[in-house]
């Protein structure tokens, strides 16, 4: 079997080393922070209403920004589509970071959170994906 194929198997989770559990507890965190942001974004705007105005951001944004936050945690969370996920995680908090950035808020709270879940997400699969270990060698 060739090495590239190799890298496209999925290992058993019944060996799991204490470096995958812990990617998963990481990656576990990354979806309830993102489910738990999504669910606000849709069911209880008014908990971030001042948050959105100053960030200049609608109010009605949250029925468009809740689910595309719900189907980030989603894709993150399920191995098959998980690098997918985290992409579009990154690409979600990148957005939010810039949105700080833009009205003066550097080193805020929210910015760090989002650069810290943003570690979180692709560290969180680095230890428990193999095939990114083997795309991202960072000890060879």
Same mark, same amino acid.
């Given at each position: 079997?060739?090495?590239?194929?190799? !890298?496209?198997?999925?290992?058993?989770?019944?060996?799991?080393?204490?470096?995958? *559990?812990? #990617? &998963? =507890?990481?990656?576990?965190? /990354?979806?309830?922070? +993102? /489910?738990?942001?999504?669910? =606000?974004? +849709?069911?209880?705007?008014?908990?971030?209403?001042?948050? @959105?105005? $100053?960030? #200049?951001?609608?109010?009605?944004?949250? &029925?468009?920004? #809740?689910?595309?936050? @719900?189907?980030?945690? %989603?894709?993150?969370? =399920?191995?098959?589509?998980? /690098?997918?996920?985290?992409? @579009? /995680?990154?690409?979600?908090?990148?957005?939010?970071?810039?949105?700080?950035? &833009?009205?003066? $808020?550097?080193?805020?709270?929210? $910015?760090?959170?989002?650069?810290?879940?943003?570690?979180?997400? *692709?560290? #969180?699969?680095? !230890? &428990?994906?193999?095939?990114?270990?083997? %795309?991202?060698?960072? =000890?060879?």
């Amino acid at each position: 079997m060739s090495e590239t194929m190799k !890298l496209h198997r999925v290992p058993e989770a019944t060996n799991l080393h204490p470096a995958a *559990w812990a #990617g &998963r =507890i990481m990656s576990m965190f /990354v979806v309830v922070v +993102l /489910v738990a942001d999504g669910a =606000i974004q +849709l069911f209880a705007p008014a908990q971030i209403a001042s948050m @959105l105005q $100053e960030t #200049g951001f609608a109010m009605d944004l949250t &029925r468009i920004v #809740g689910p595309i936050i @719900l189907v980030c945690a %989603i894709l993150y969370a =399920i191995p098959a589509t998980a /690098v997918l996920g985290a992409i @579009l /995680v990154t690409g979600f908090l990148g957005g939010a970071i810039c949105a700080h950035v &833009r009205i003066g $808020e550097l080193g805020t709270p929210p $910015e760090i959170i989002s650069v810290l879940l943003g570690a979180l997400t *692709w560290g #969180g699969l680095y !230890l &428990r994906d193999p095939r990114i270990r083997a %795309i991202l060698p960072l =000890i060879h």
